[in-house]
């Protein structure tokens, strides 16, 4: 029960994001308090009749639902008030930028609102001025029914302020620019700022620096000098899942640039391999931070999400920083999840043959965080990696937990039946290339039910970690029908929705696991039985 919740689920009690078709839409932090909005149908759990609610915390964990910040109410958004972000604007305070549908052609412009009083710590209320709605409307070389989700904007020493909203023109994405002095009268810039042929809809693009010096977060504005790269993330509609590149930013071209470290498509960097999609990040100014969100969406059915009476979650929030190759980024839970731990097992030394499957006794497996370092001797018996296995996710349906190999599988069992009927793998797997070692990380929910009319899928990335101290370290959450894993310290990410039928409550067990030749040894584990968050 720490994934947010703020409508009660009585098969699976998550309680730290739990939303009815919630994608997280303008995260924000201000005058003390962080808030999220989220796109949401307050009359069922299906797609549809879509508002902006909003929550409010101190702390990313304990949160109070306010009343819905934005609504259908003008004829710029009768349609629909989709998603978008919210920047503080120096003299103005916080502003929403959010997509509005204005008929039933789907076209979509981006309007602009404001709190009625920024004195309220809460900011309850929102308007949106009708003299100045909408304040960007599609020209004619954009497709307006596919334009939309406005970033976070950001000021640039030509005292103007810029946006990106997301689009496609044909199977090519494209990130519009958009440029203001004022904030209300935007104009297009000559050129997008980059697009990208045969990967389709851009939607939900972010659009943010990262240090190469430190792990403390930039805010939008910091977008000049030789200590900066640059992130231009999309989602992507085609395949349901995100990808990001690292490059450089050319303000006075309004071009983005992307290294050549990393594909720039569906082959590219993933924040997350599983089921997450529509992030955002924002700038935390209260610990120079920032903090990703994503939406966790559902692998139930549609009718299954009717009689549960929701579908879809927040992630757990994460800090992002660039790692030390500058190749890619860092995630890791932000550090008031802390919070919540109880009761500690730990393990230490604990070896790990061919077949061995121990408990890890002592915590409510079913609501448990856990970390634990793997290490083993030798990597002679890994397996040859053929190159055509491009594809991780089919190598991990391919290669499951159950296949014996030679380093490796071995790492959690999650929200496992006594039996083992049922549970979720989450574990690594080692190959041998001509001039490397290519390491798999799986999260496999092939046998996570008994039920057979579930999509259980097989997620899995690849992870770029240095073997020479032969040892990886694995962190998973798990909440009941969530497994939130990272791979070595944040640098491969995979969310699982799983749906269990066994492994419920106290009825769930944890285990680490070896099905290779190579003997495993748990260098050190700690698990916590989690407590619930404070959702009001």
Same mark, same amino acid.
């Given at each position: 029960m ?16 739990? *939303?009815?078709?919630a994608?997280?839409t %303008? ?19 299906v797609?549809?009749?879509?508002? &902006?609610?909003?929550s ?17 109410s003008?004829? +710029? ?9 919210a920047t ?14 204005? !008929?039933?052609k789907?076209?979509e412009?981006q309007c ?9 710590p ?7 001025p ?13 497709n ?10 950001w &000021? ?9 909203v ?7 994405g494209? @990130? ?18 980059h ?5 389709g809809?851009?939607?939900c ?12 977060g930039?805010?939008?504005n ?5 200590? /900066? ?7 992507l509609?085609?395949?349901r +899942? ?14 983005? /640039?992307?290294?050549n470290?990393?594909?720039?498509g &569906? ?20 610990k120079?931070?920032?903090? *990703? &969100? ?10 299954? !999400? ?14 992002i920083?660039l790692d030390?190759s ?17 009761k ?10 061919? %077949?061995?499957y ?24 890994a ?6 296995w491009?594809?991780?996710q !089919?190598?991990?349906?391919q ?20 039996d ?22 799986c999260?496999d ?15 899995? %990335? ?13 962190r ?6 969530v ?16 749906y269990p039928?066994? @492994?419920?409550?106290?009825q769930?067990?944890? +285990? ?14 700690? @698990? ?9």
């Amino acid at each position: 029960m720490f994934f947010i919740s703020f409508f009660k689920d009585y098969s699976y009690k998550l309680n730290i994001c739990m *939303l009815k078709m919630a994608k997280k839409t %303008g995260p924000m932090y201000y005058n003390g308090y962080y808030h999220l909005f989220y796109q949401y149908n307050p009359n069922g759990s299906v797609w549809g009749n879509i508002v &902006w609610a909003h929550s409010v915390s101190k702390d990313l964990i304990n949160w109070k639902e306010l009343e819905y910040a934005l609504y259908p109410s003008k004829p +710029f958004d009768k349609f629909g008030c989709w998603s978008g972000s919210a920047t503080v604007v120096p003299g103005k305070g916080p502003v929403i930028l959010y997509t509005g549908v204005t !008929d039933d052609k789907n076209t979509e412009v981006q309007c602009y609102a404001v709190p009625e009083d920024t004195s309220d710590p809460l900011l309850r209320k929102w308007i949106k001025p009708d003299t100045l709605n909408p304040i960007v409307i599609a020209d004619r070389e954009v497709n307006g029914s596919a334009f939309r989700d406005p970033t976070t904007a950001w &000021w640039s020493n030509d005292r103007h302020w810029r946006m990106l909203v997301g689009s496609k023109r044909k199977h090519r994405g494209i @990130a519009y620019l958009y440029k203001s002095k004022d904030f209300i009268k935007w104009t297009k810039a000559k050129h997008p700022i980059h697009s990208k042929s045969s990967t389709g809809m851009w939607e939900c693009p972010d659009f943010f620096p990262v240090s190469l010096e430190s792990k403390e977060g930039l805010d939008m504005n910091n977008v000049h000098g030789n200590n /900066v790269k640059h992130v231009l993330k999309n989602s992507l509609d085609m395949t349901r +899942f995100e990808y990001y590149t690292l490059g450089t930013y050319f303000p006075k071209k309004d071009k983005y /640039v992307p290294d050549n470290t990393s594909q720039d498509g &569906w082959g590219g960097l993933r924040y997350d391999y599983g089921n997450f999609y529509a992030s955002k990040s924002f700038f935390d100014p209260s610990k120079n931070r920032r903090i *990703l &969100w994503g939406w966790a969406n559902e692998s139930d059915s549609k009718e299954d !999400d009717v009689n549960k009476g929701w579908a879809g979650i927040q992630a757990i929030p994460r800090t992002i920083w660039l790692d030390r190759s500058r190749r890619q980024l860092i995630q890791w839970p932000v550090e008031e999840l802390n919070s919540l731990r109880g009761k500690e097992v730990k393990m230490n030394n604990q070896k790990l043959n061919k %077949g061995d499957y121990v408990e890890v006794k002592g915590v409510t497996a079913a609501q448990v965080d856990v970390e634990a370092t793997f290490t083993f001797l030798s990597l002679d018996k890994a397996e040859t990696f053929d190159p055509s296995w491009v594809n991780a996710q !089919d190598l991990c349906a391919q290669k499951g937990s159950k296949i014996e190999g030679g380093v490796g599988p071995f790492g959690f069992l999650t929200l496992a039946s006594q039996d083992l009927q049922e549970f979720t793998p989450v574990f690594f797997k080692i190959f041998k290339a001509p001039n490397k070692h290519v390491v798999l990380m799986c999260s496999d929910a092939t046998s996570s039910s008994i039920k057979n009319n579930l999509y259980k899928p097989s997620f899995a %990335g690849f992870l770029d970690v240095d073997l020479s101290n032969r040892k990886i370290p694995l962190r998973s959450l798990i909440d009941h029908s969530v497994v939130e894993s990272f791979g070595a310290g944040g640098k491969t990410n995979i969310l699982s929705r799983v749906y269990p039928t066994l @492994a419920i409550g106290n009825q769930a067990h944890l +285990f680490v696991f070896n099905n290779g030749t190579e003997q495993i040894n748990v260098q050190n584990l700690h @698990a916590w039985s989690m407590k619930n968050a404070d959702i009001q």
